[in-house]
């Protein structure tokens, strides 16, 4: 039982390194949809940490001039006012953030997907 399983061994050793299906060239190949997927879900969650970074840097400090404003602020009917401003102006800049990040999933998925398809006509020529 062991003789067959080092003689099955072996022979399966020498295909390896006999086969052209093994080579460093042919790893590569096959290795590059997997990379370029991984390089496009990089790219995608860098540009949307950046944006999220503007935002939330965007919104702490427009935070804190509204909030000196407000103390400044000696009539109640003009705080009010300037509070729906700021919170109107806020509710702006986070539907543009949400629909800059809709975008880049978008673009991310139209990407993925043109890989994929590339990678399926790829297999299926080399499989003839």
Known sequence: MF??????????????????Q???????????PYNSLAEISTKTVIQLLN???VLIISIM?????????????KDLTTAIETQKVFTEELQAKVSASA???????TNTSEEV????KNSIAE??????
Do not use: G, P
Request: proline share 0%; charged share 25%; hydrophobic share 45%.
């Open 3 to 20: 003789i067959q399983l080092a003689e099955e061994f072996a022979t399966a050793m020498k295909s390896i390194n006999n086969a052209d």
């Open 22 to 32: 093994f080579s460093t060239d042919h790893f590569s190949k096959v290795m590059q």
């Open 51 to 53: 944006q999220q970074s």
């Open 61 to 73: 400090n427009d935070s804190v001039a509204q909030t000196k404003a407000l103390l400044e602020e």
């Open 99 to 105: 629909k800059e990040a809709y975008d880049v999933v």
């Open 113 to 116: 997907a043109t890989l994929v």
């Open 123 to 128: 297999a299926s020529t080399l499989a003839k």
